[in-house]
């Protein structure tokens, strides 16, 4: 107790707010450059998943401090907007760096409140850190475009502009790495941002908060507010607010990208998957098999890229068995016990919600050949682990093929040929991302030509794109037109102002007033 209680009290966490019965760290809210308690009588319990151990609280802000946010974050755009481009670029290349120097620290807080092992926390930092990273690069992404002489003495130009204050609404399995796609990309183009981190995992998004601050980042370009749906509606509806970044489930990614562009706000919106993999025959059989596995079951198939659906096409379906061999030797543990390949679900909710999906599959057909639900860890009897899980004979109007099961569980089908494996992918509302197995050139085009899916891997199993690129996701998987990150997350965050400018050597002044539509 006393080693969680020193990972979250900290600045940004006190170890029993004034304003609460319970001596659980509270959460603080980030205001105006202020780490503060909140007046709610609302809280939300925060549990490690490893134990089921309530370890924190994080309150539901109220109306007045949520627009105390906001307000914040318009008073500060006016300055930082002025702020010149190279100053915020010195701002986030300290960032970067302050990051790197306290990766572990936020890896561990991750693993405390998520449950992911230890090592996937530090991948989930890094790949939120290589964002950072790129928002440094903003001189070059920020530039407009000119074309000089488009008549007599006549040039148009145009400026890539900031929006304003903007807003992110962020899920629980990347505490780290999802909010980091966001602010940093807002704030380095000059916009100042609202920061709702999923109310399960807060400690990440207030540590990096901290950080951000540490590295010069001026009062109110970043404000953290905590809450679940009211926090959302505010954020939708808020006048003051531009735009919104959601990553999150359908449920609430579908609601959010209406309601919020009703309200007149730019939304982009990423949501859930069911990624197949596509194995070939010809595939290097050790290689395939090992990244199907990781892929799988690593972070406890709660990752949207999760490689959640196998399909085995011709004489791969005889892999069968050494798949589930290998899926056997992964070992569940607490996410900060040594050697742990998997840790827990987030919650015990998830835990029943997974189960109940296996379950699902047994009673409509399915074949389960390697059923993870009992599984027991020494000294962690109480917390949400589901064990590696295979589905076999699974047809796609199973509900455990039609949902997004989000666990440690692969469902396997088979087909005899590559067309009805693309037939099944495509016929799949989902377009986040997909792979193929092959060692055939022919095979690997053919499939990235006709898949529609938004994130293809050629033996890669996990295609998220480094953040020069930006992350694609399509169909039932986003919402919106522009994505995160790279030059499509510098086109989301800014505006286009063109400007048109004669300037006559000798001062040209006009005999009579031009009333025809100029050409
Ligand atoms: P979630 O939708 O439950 O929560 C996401 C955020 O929305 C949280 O901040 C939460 O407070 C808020 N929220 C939840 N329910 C809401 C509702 N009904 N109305 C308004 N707001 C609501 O998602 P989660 O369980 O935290 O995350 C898992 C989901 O996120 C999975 O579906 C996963 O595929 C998806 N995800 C997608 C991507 C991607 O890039 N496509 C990345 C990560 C996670």
Same mark, same amino acid.
């Given at each position: 107790?006393?080693?969680?209680?020193a990972?979250?009290?900290?600045?940004?966490?006190?170890?029993?707010?004034?304003?609460?019965?319970?001596?659980? &760290?509270?959460?603080?809210?980030?205001?105006?450059g202020?780490?503060?308690?909140?007046?709610?009588?609302?809280?939300?319990?925060?549990?490690?998943?490893?134990?089921?151990?309530?370890?924190?609280?994080?309150?539901?802000?109220?109306?007045?401090?949520?627009?105390? $946010?906001?307000?914040?974050c318009k008073?500060?755009?006016?300055?930082?907007?002025?702020?010149?481009?190279?100053?915020?670029?010195q701002?986030?290349?300290?960032?970067q760096?302050?990051?790197?120097?306290?990766?572990?620290?936020?890896?561990?807080i991750i693993?405390l409140?998520?449950?992911?092992?230890?090592?996937?926390?530090?991948?989930?930092?890094?790949?939120?850190?290589q964002?950072?990273?790129?928002?440094?690069?903003?001189?070059?992404?920020?530039?407009?475009?000119?074309?000089?002489s488009?008549t007599k003495?006549?040039?148009?130009?145009t400026?890539?502009?900031?929006?304003?204050?903007?807003?992110?609404?962020?899920?629980?399995?990347?505490p780290?790495?999802?909010?980091?796609?966001?602010?940093p990309?807002?704030?380095?183009?000059?916009?100042?941002f609202?920061?709702?981190?999923?109310?399960?995992? &807060?400690?990440?998004?207030?540590?990096?908060?901290?950080?951000?601050?540490?590295?010069?980042?001026?009062?109110?370009?970043?404000?953290?507010?905590?809450?679940?749906?009211?926090?959302?509606?505010f954020?939708?509806?808020? &006048?003051?607010?531009?735009?919104?970044?959601?990553?999150?489930?359908?449920?609430?990614g579908?609601?959010?990208?209406?309601?919020?562009?009703?309200?007149?706000?730019?939304?982009?919106?990423?949501m859930?998957?069911?990624?197949?993999?596509?194995?070939? &025959?010809?595939a290097?059989?050790e290689?395939?098999?090992?990244?199907?596995?990781?892929?799988?079951?690593?972070?406890?198939?709660?990752?949207?890229?999760?490689?959640?659906?196998?399909?085995?096409?011709?004489?791969?379906?005889?892999w069968?068995?050494?798949?589930?061999e290998? $899926?056997?030797?992964?070992?569940?543990?607490?996410?900060?016990?040594?050697?742990?390949?998997?840790?827990?679900?987030i919650?015990?909710?998830?835990?029943?919600?997974?189960?109940?999906?296996?379950?699902?599959?047994?009673?409509?057909?399915?074949?389960?050949?390697?059923?993870?639900?009992?599984?027991?860890?020494?000294?962690?009897?109480?917390?949400?682990?589901?064990?590696?899980?295979?589905?076999?004979?699974?047809k796609?109007?199973?509900?455990?093929?039609?949902?997004e099961?989000?666990?440690?569980?692969?469902?396997?089908?088979?087909?005899?040929?590559?067309?009805?494996?693309?037939?099944?992918?495509?016929?799949n509302?989902?377009?986040?991302?997909?792979?193929i197995?092959?060692?055939?050139?022919?095979? $690997?085009r053919?499939?990235?030509?006709l898949?529609?899916?938004g994130?293809?891997?050629?033996?890669?199993?996990?295609?998220?794109p480094l953040?020069?690129?930006?992350f694609?996701g399509?169909r039932?998987?986003?919402?919106g037109?522009?994505?995160?990150?790279?030059?499509?997350?510098?086109?989301f965050?800014?505006?286009?102002?063109?400007?048109?400018?004669q300037?006559?050597?000798?001062?040209?002044?006009?005999?009579?007033?031009?009333?025809?539509?100029?050409?």
């Amino acid at each position: 107790a006393r080693r969680i209680t020193a990972l979250l009290c900290n600045t940004w966490c006190s170890p029993s707010s004034s304003f609460s019965s319970s001596s659980m &760290p509270t959460t603080k809210l980030f205001i105006n450059g202020k780490f503060v308690d909140s007046k709610t009588t609302k809280w939300v319990d925060i549990h490690n998943p490893a134990t089921n151990e309530t370890i924190g609280r994080v309150p539901e802000a109220t109306q007045d401090e949520m627009e105390a $946010a906001v307000s914040s974050c318009k008073q500060s755009f006016k300055v930082w907007a002025e702020t010149s481009i190279l100053s915020r670029q010195q701002i986030f290349l300290r960032y970067q760096q302050l990051i790197k120097d306290n990766l572990k620290e936020i890896a561990k807080i991750i693993t405390l409140e998520q449950g992911k092992t230890l090592a996937d926390a530090e991948g989930d930092v890094f790949r939120g850190l290589q964002v950072v990273e790129h928002a440094c690069s903003v001189t070059s992404l920020m530039l407009g475009e000119t074309l000089p002489s488009v008549t007599k003495d006549m040039d148009t130009y145009t400026f890539r502009l900031p929006l304003g204050v903007c807003a992110g609404i962020a899920p629980f399995n990347f505490p780290a790495m999802i909010p980091l796609w966001m602010f940093p990309m807002a704030m380095v183009c000059g916009n100042t941002f609202l920061m709702k981190p999923s109310e399960r995992v &807060p400690g990440a998004t207030m540590f990096l908060a901290k950080l951000l601050q540490d590295s010069g980042a001026p009062d109110g370009t970043l404000n953290i507010i905590h809450g679940q749906h009211a926090a959302v509606k505010f954020i939708c509806d808020h &006048p003051d607010i531009k735009a919104i970044s959601f990553v999150g489930s359908n449920q609430a990614g579908e609601y959010i990208y209406e309601r919020g562009s009703i309200s007149g706000k730019r939304v982009q919106s990423n949501m859930g998957a069911k990624n197949h993999g596509v194995v070939m &025959p010809d595939a290097n059989k050790e290689n395939t098999l090992n990244q199907l596995v990781g892929a799988a079951f690593g972070a406890a198939g709660q990752r949207c890229m999760a490689l959640s659906t196998a399909i085995l096409v011709g004489n791969a379906r005889g892999w069968l068995p050494e798949l589930i061999e290998r $899926a056997k030797k992964l070992r569940v543990n607490a996410g900060d016990q040594p050697g742990a390949d998997l840790g827990p679900l987030i919650s015990a909710g998830a835990k029943k919600r997974v189960c109940d999906l296996v379950e699902s599959g047994v009673k409509e057909g399915a074949e389960l050949v390697l059923d993870g639900r009992s599984v027991r860890v020494k000294g962690y009897e109480n917390g949400n682990f589901v064990g590696p899980t295979i589905l076999t004979k699974v047809k796609p109007n199973m509900t455990c093929y039609k949902e997004e099961v989000f666990g440690p569980v692969l469902v396997v089908l088979e087909t005899e040929t590559l067309a009805e494996a693309i037939e099944i992918v495509n016929r799949n509302p989902y377009g986040n991302g997909t792979a193929i197995f092959t060692t055939n050139g022919a095979t $690997a085009r053919k499939y990235c030509h006709l898949v529609d899916v938004g994130q293809v891997g050629v033996n890669v199993p996990i295609p998220v794109p480094l953040p020069m690129f930006s992350f694609t996701g399509s169909r039932a998987s986003f919402r919106g037109d522009t994505n995160f990150y790279g030059k499509q997350g510098v086109q989301f965050y800014t505006q286009l102002k063109t400007i048109t400018s004669q300037w006559n050597e000798e001062d040209a002044t006009m005999t009579s007033p031009a009333v025809v539509m100029p050409t």
